[in-house]
């Protein structure tokens, strides 16, 4: 499948399992018009479809925020909620913004916003 935008970056757990810490990982992250996936070592870890999307957008900082999360964007889903994704800086998270936009347009019907 074409691929929009993939780049290794940092997520949190999406706490799935009510009782596991939240942690973060650097996973390989690809977009397609169909699917947003990640991948630890070429092994699919997780995968949401574009569809199940409502809403990708930029987070506000809470005070002391490492230096590797400065750049979070959200993805809200339909299905477990909230994925949290850490772009390396202000360039790279705004290449994944408009990745998320076109991939949305691309879409005979446009289910979900980028809202900024
Ligand atoms: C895992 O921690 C990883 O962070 C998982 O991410 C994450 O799954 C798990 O959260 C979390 O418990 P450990 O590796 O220390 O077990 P990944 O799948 O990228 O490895 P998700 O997919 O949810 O982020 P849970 O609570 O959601 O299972």
């Known amino acids: 499948k074409k691929i929009i935008l993939e780049e ?3 997520k949190k757990s999406q706490q799935k399992r009510k009782m596991s810490p939240a942690n973060y990982k650097k996973r390989l992250f690809v ?24 809403c990708v ?11 590797a999360r400065q750049y979070p964007f959200q993805v809200s889903h339909e299905i477990y909620g909230l ?15 408009a990745a998320f936009e076109k991939a949305s347009r691309d879409k005979f019907l446009l289910k979900f916003t980028v809202c900024f």
């Open 83 to 97: 994925l949290y994704v850490y772009a390396p800086d202000e360039e790279r998270r705004n290449k994944w913004l």
């Open 31 to 54: 977009l397609t018009k169909t699917s947003l996936s990640y991948y630890e070592y070429g092994r699919k870890k997780g995968s949401i479809e574009i569809e199940k999307i409502r």
């Open 57 to 67: 957008e930029t987070v506000n900082l809470e005070e002391s925020t490492p230096p």
């Open 8 to 10: 290794l970056l940092l």
